[in-house]
């Protein structure tokens, strides 16, 4: 079971958000998005622009883990994961919670105030919003990734 332990984290991961959203979804698109400076499409390209960088945030750390090292150094690599993992739950919860379910799949309550077909009635293009957002924070990411990426290198070798 030990050894299953990090696929079970990683299925929960992805799943949690979409169950998470179910209950407070509504809430979040019907509350928060409408106040939000721009409405929810400002609320889409918030969390859109945020979620690139909440993975980042998450998964720079984990890269660093190397497993033959004593405990200590990857416990210390996973508390580092863990702000990012804050970020990024709100932001999955906030894109499953307008993720709308296929025609056939859609119950009685998709159209309730905050839920999935209600969200994409008012702002009909709320995915272009998101997705667009997430393609410009990620491009605003790489370079620096690349940047980074770059000192670690020449810190890495050795002056010949």
């Not at 979620?51 to 984990?62: C, D, K, R, S």
């Amino acid at each position: 079971m030990r050894r299953w332990a990090g696929g079970w984290a990683a299925v929960a991961a992805i799943i949690g958000p979409f169950v998470i959203a179910q209950v407070w979804g509504p809430d979040i698109w019907s509350g928060i998005a409408p106040g939000w400076p721009g409405g929810g499409y400002g609320f889409a390209v918030s969390a859109g622009v945020l979620l690139p960088w909440g993975a980042a945030a998450v998964i720079l750390p984990l890269a660093r883990i190397t497993w033959g090292e004593p405990r200590r150094h990857w416990l210390v690599q996973v508390a580092l994961a863990l702000p990012g993992a804050a970020v990024s739950l709100p932001v999955l919860v906030v894109i499953a919670g307008a993720w709308r379910p296929k025609p056939r799949k859609r119950g009685l309550d998709c159209h309730d105030v905050g839920a999935p077909c209600w969200v994409h009635e008012q702002y009909p293009y709320v995915w272009a919003a998101g997705l667009g957002a997430t393609l410009v924070g990620a491009a605003l990411l790489v370079p620096l990734l690349v940047v980074r990426a770059n000192r670690r290198k020449d810190r890495t070798q050795s002056p010949t």
